[in-house]
């Protein structure tokens, strides 16, 4: 029986087709049929939707073969109860989509059947909540399976919770923690010491306190004591109040004692120095008033570089470079120290050529030099010797074997296709490897990702030189990376056939971590030296600086600098009023004001106490510096805002108009002249100097 829709119905399903959802009619008795499917079922699913019969298999296509008995069996439900389920779709292009069902069965008085229900696309929040639960599930996983140790506390300072890898590391059971305080588990003399920080930590009255990189000793369960870095920072519930304190620890135990062992090390260093055979400078940069490098003054020298130039009987501290010897300063020696130092690139030349004196016979160094701060630290060995006599090195290579397995530094030896094949016994100390576990490995898939192409550069460089230096990162037993200087030679057979390459590994580590320091430490100085600590804005010596170049660029004599000059009235008013505090805030708000009304290519300073000025280049009237001027003073037509009070005060300006050649720091005495005239004048105005363009009407 076929059911002819009456006219509200047709109304209705011309309704329905405007509706981004997908609607359907499913009838179950007497027979199995689509009766209506919208056409949003077009942009779900790629499927014709349409009044009548719909091809109930083509639509079933849609489900995987595992839901479709589902779906069938769902109109055995109870008649008018709402059905809701949730099915995997495939489109017509064989993309697989989430979509959310609502139905009811209905019966009709003629006794058939029908199932109505709605579709709807759900396959971003089916991903975003499948992502949700992985992402919960991976924090815990770290959670439980991190070396360091996280832990929470209270408000009341009890542990609440701990990571397993407490047990690890310390020998304590969970459970041996929870509910007791972290501090009892200190060393006493690091508990009695780290409480103030502590008592901050969990106090009311500094919100948000943090401890950072601190260093303790924390007993173990064995009754021995290792040496941790932590961390520490509250948190807080929705009402602000503190919800408890989330800690981690990292063990540094054995850093503890490598540092107990620096001290030593650093005295045993001065011993090694003096007791080189290869002579060892430290040079210090000499630059010019515009910071050119001119030449290089001996800071240090270590008894054997004293030796090398005898015609300095009372050493070579004191020395200048391009003096004590000459042969090196004419050559391109110092443009090469020069680049190590303003490039930061190690300097690494073998079998490098020195001009002999008269007399002499030609000098050949392998050189060695690193930056120290504005310097440079070299070391050169006389190879003249063997550079005659190198087919003597073959016979030397069990004594460069003895020295590679017991050197500091790592030594390694590889295949052409980057297979490790040997690797000293001193990777263990500094990156936990034994080399049984790196033998036979590639050497690229222990590089940090983002270093790789740089060493696959430098390995191609190979092809057509004997040598090559790089730095990269190298990944540690931990799973941790650590930065190496490599310097890589290739290995030869007695025809000249490259067979395999060797490379000496140099930890620095610490030398790229004092490099980066260096870097967010000069950024640091050169802003507080321009920039005013209260207000943030340009300091005084660095509006002279923009001054000066202002009045250089100018192009034409009708062009000016409108100079003014601002003054907070009655500042020191509010000081006794209100504290120092609220006239400090008046400050600041009144100086992010004045920034934001002045024009764009105009430069603010504080020049001192309660005082400001504009720079503002291309004045070409005085009714343009009149009209920066209002601009400025309309700064102050509200109240400052300090805790409960409202602050009210006015500016007073004065305007000068300097032209190119111009002195600035006259200009800026016109300016201030004009300021107090302003303020003679009743304050909260502006007055221009006399001897400028007239003032504006």
Same mark, same amino acid.
């Given at each position: 029986?076929?059911?002819n829709?009456s006219d509200?119905?047709?109304r209705?399903?011309?309704?329905l087709?405007h509706?981004?959802?997908?609607?359907?009619s499913l009838q179950t008795v007497?027979?199995l049929?689509?009766e209506?499917?919208s056409p949003?079922?077009?942009e779900?699913?790629?499927?014709?939707?349409a009044?009548?019969?719909v091809?109930?298999d083509?639509v079933l296509?849609?489900?995987?073969e595992?839901?479709?008995?589902l779906?069938l069996?769902?109109?055995?439900g109870? *008649?008018?109860?709402a059905? !809701?389920?949730?099915?995997?779709?495939?489109?017509?292009?064989?993309?697989?989509?989430?979509?959310s069902h609502r139905f009811?069965?209905?019966r009709?008085?003629?006794?058939s059947?029908?199932?109505?229900?709605?579709a709807r *696309?759900?396959?971003l929040q089916?991903?975003?909540d499948m992502e949700?639960?992985?992402?919960?599930?991976n924090?815990?996983?770290l959670?439980d399976?991190?070396?360091?140790?996280?832990?929470l506390?209270g408000p009341d300072?009890?542990? #609440?919770?701990v990571?397993p890898?407490v047990?690890?590391?310390?020998g304590w059971?969970?459970s041996d923690? $929870?509910?007791?305080?972290?501090?009892?588990?200190v060393?006493p003399d690091?508990?009695?010491?780290?409480?103030?920080?502590r008592?901050?930590?969990?106090?009311?009255a500094?919100?948000?306190?943090? $401890?950072?990189?601190y260093?303790?000793r924390?007993?173990? @369960?064995?009754g021995?004591?290792?040496w941790v870095s932590?961390?520490?920072t509250p948190f807080?519930?929705q009402?602000g109040?503190?919800?408890?304190?989330v800690s981690?620890?990292?063990d /540094? !135990?054995?850093?503890?004692?490598?540092t107990?062992l620096?001290s030593?090390?650093r005295? @045993?260093l001065r011993?090694i120095?003096d007791s080189m055979?290869d002579?060892?400078v430290?040079l210090?940069?000499m630059r010019?008033?515009?910071?050119?490098?001119?030449d290089?003054e001996?800071?240090d020298a270590?008894p054997?570089?004293?030796?090398?130039?005898?015609?300095?009987?009372?050493?070579?501290?004191?020395?200048?470079?391009?003096?004590f010897e000459?042969s090196l300063?004419?050559s391109?020696w110092?443009?090469?120290?020069?680049?190590? /130092?303003?490039?930061?690139a190690p300097?690494a030349i073998?079998?490098?050529r020195?001009?002999?004196?008269?007399?002499?016979?030609?000098?050949?160094?392998?050189?060695?030099?690193?930056?120290?701060? !504005?310097?440079i630290?070299?070391?050169w060995h006389?190879?003249?010797?063997?550079?005659?006599?190198a087919?003597?090195?073959a016979?030397?290579?069990?004594?460069?074997h003895a020295l590679?397995?017991?050197?500091?530094d790592?030594v390694?030896?590889?295949?052409?296709?980057g297979t =490790?094949r040997?690797v000293?016994?001193s990777?263990a100390s500094i990156l936990g490897w034994?080399p049984e576990q790196l /033998?036979?490995?590639?050497?690229?898939?222990?590089v940090?990702?983002?270093?790789?192409?740089?060493?696959?550069?430098?390995?191609?460089?190979?092809v057509t030189?004997?040598?090559h230096q790089?730095?990269a990162r190298?990944?540690t037993a931990?799973?941790q990376y650590?930065?190496?200087?490599f310097r890589v030679?290739?290995?030869?057979?007695?025809?000249g056939?490259v067979t395999?390459? /060797?490379?000496a590994?140099?930890?620095?580590?610490?030398?790229v971590? +004092?490099?980066?320091e260096l870097?967010?430490?000069?950024?640091?100085?050169?802003?507080?030296?321009?920039?005013?600590t209260?207000?943030? =804005?340009?300091?005084?010596r660095?509006?002279l600086?923009r001054a000066r +170049?202002?009045?250089?660029?100018?192009?034409?004599?009708?062009?000016?600098v409108?100079v003014?000059f601002?003054d907070?009235d009655? =500042? @020191?008013q509010?000081?006794?009023?209100h504290?120092?505090?609220?006239?400090d805030?008046?400050?600041?708000?009144l100086?992010a004001?004045i920034?934001?009304r002045i024009?764009r290519s105009?430069?603010?300073? #504080?020049f001192?106490?309660?005082e400001?000025?504009v720079?503002?280049?291309?004045?070409r009237?005085?009714?343009?510096a009149a @009209?920066?001027?209002r601009?400025?003073?309309?700064a102050?037509d509200?109240?400052v805002?300090?805790?409960h009070e409202q602050i009210?005060?006015?500016?007073s300006v004065?305007?000068?108009?300097?032209s190119k050649?111009?002195d600035?720091?006259l200009a800026l005495?016109?300016?201030?002249?004009?300021?107090?005239a302003a303020?003679?004048?009743g304050?909260?105005q502006y007055?221009?100097h006399?001897g400028?363009?007239?003032e504006?009407s």
């Amino acid at each position: 029986m076929h059911h002819n829709p009456s006219d509200p119905e047709r109304r209705a399903i011309e309704a329905l087709a405007h509706i981004a959802d997908v609607v359907y009619s499913l009838q179950t008795v007497p027979t199995l049929r689509i009766e209506y499917l919208s056409p949003a079922a077009v942009e779900l699913l790629g499927s014709a939707g349409a009044e009548g019969g719909v091809d109930l298999d083509q639509v079933l296509g849609h489900l995987a073969e595992a839901d479709r008995d589902l779906v069938l069996a769902v109109p055995a439900g109870d *008649d008018g109860n709402a059905h !809701d389920i949730e099915l995997p779709m495939i489109t017509r292009d064989g993309r697989t989509l989430w979509t959310s069902h609502r139905f009811r069965r209905v019966r009709r008085a003629d006794g058939s059947a029908v199932l109505h229900g709605t579709a709807r *696309d759900i396959t971003l929040q089916h991903q975003a909540d499948m992502e949700h639960a992985a992402l919960q599930a991976n924090y815990r996983l770290l959670a439980d399976n991190a070396m360091d140790i996280v832990c929470l506390s209270g408000p009341d300072r009890a542990l #609440r919770w701990v990571s397993p890898s407490v047990t690890e590391v310390f020998g304590w059971e969970v459970s041996d923690l $929870l509910g007791h305080e972290l501090a009892e588990f200190v060393h006493p003399d690091d508990r009695i010491e780290s409480e103030p920080n502590r008592a901050l930590l969990y106090s009311p009255a500094m919100p948000g306190f943090p $401890l950072r990189n601190y260093v303790i000793r924390v007993l173990t @369960k064995d009754g021995r004591q290792r040496w941790v870095s932590g961390r520490a920072t509250p948190f807080f519930d929705q009402a602000g109040q503190l919800a408890g304190v989330v800690s981690g620890f990292h063990d /540094v !135990d054995e850093l503890m004692a490598s540092t107990e062992l620096a001290s030593a090390e650093r005295a @045993k260093l001065r011993l090694i120095l003096d007791s080189m055979l290869d002579p060892h400078v430290l040079l210090r940069g000499m630059r010019d008033e515009v910071g050119r490098l001119i030449d290089f003054e001996v800071t240090d020298a270590n008894p054997a570089a004293n030796a090398y130039f005898p015609a300095y009987p009372d050493g070579l501290i004191g020395q200048r470079f391009t003096r004590f010897e000459p042969s090196l300063a004419n050559s391109d020696w110092f443009g090469r120290l020069a680049d190590v /130092v303003d490039g930061d690139a190690p300097l690494a030349i073998d079998d490098a050529r020195v001009e002999p004196h008269p007399g002499e016979e030609c000098r050949y160094v392998d050189v060695r030099g690193v930056t120290v701060e !504005d310097g440079i630290s070299v070391v050169w060995h006389d190879n003249t010797e063997r550079h005659h006599v190198a087919s003597a090195l073959a016979e030397s290579s069990a004594l460069y074997h003895a020295l590679a397995e017991n050197a500091s530094d790592v030594v390694a030896m590889g295949n052409i296709d980057g297979t =490790l094949r040997w690797v000293s016994p001193s990777v263990a100390s500094i990156l936990g490897w034994s080399p049984e576990q790196l /033998v036979g490995r590639q050497f690229d898939e222990l590089v940090h990702p983002d270093d790789r192409h740089q060493v696959s550069a430098a390995h191609d460089e190979l092809v057509t030189r004997m040598a090559h230096q790089y730095e990269a990162r190298f990944a540690t037993a931990s799973g941790q990376y650590h930065w190496f200087s490599f310097r890589v030679r290739q290995i030869t057979d007695d025809e000249g056939t490259v067979t395999g390459r /060797v490379a000496a590994w140099h930890d620095i580590q610490a030398e790229v971590h +004092a490099r980066d320091e260096l870097v967010a430490t000069q950024r640091q100085l050169r802003h507080q030296a321009t920039h005013d600590t209260l207000t943030g =804005l340009s300091n005084r010596r660095e509006l002279l600086v923009r001054a000066r +170049a202002m009045l250089d660029e100018l192009a034409t004599a009708r062009e000016h600098v409108g100079v003014l000059f601002i003054d907070v009235d009655r =500042l @020191k008013q509010i000081n006794d009023a209100h504290g120092h505090a609220a006239g400090d805030e008046t400050l600041v708000v009144l100086g992010a004001r004045i920034a934001e009304r002045i024009r764009r290519s105009d430069v603010l300073a #504080r020049f001192g106490g309660d005082e400001f000025v504009v720079l503002a280049p291309g004045i070409r009237s005085a009714d343009e510096a009149a @009209k920066v001027a209002r601009a400025v003073i309309s700064a102050a037509d509200s109240p400052v805002q300090f805790e409960h009070e409202q602050i009210v005060t006015t500016l007073s300006v004065g305007v000068a108009l300097a032209s190119k050649g111009d002195d600035p720091s006259l200009a800026l005495r016109r300016a201030d002249n004009a300021m107090y005239a302003a303020k003679k004048a009743g304050r909260n105005q502006y007055a221009f100097h006399d001897g400028d363009l007239a003032e504006p009407s």
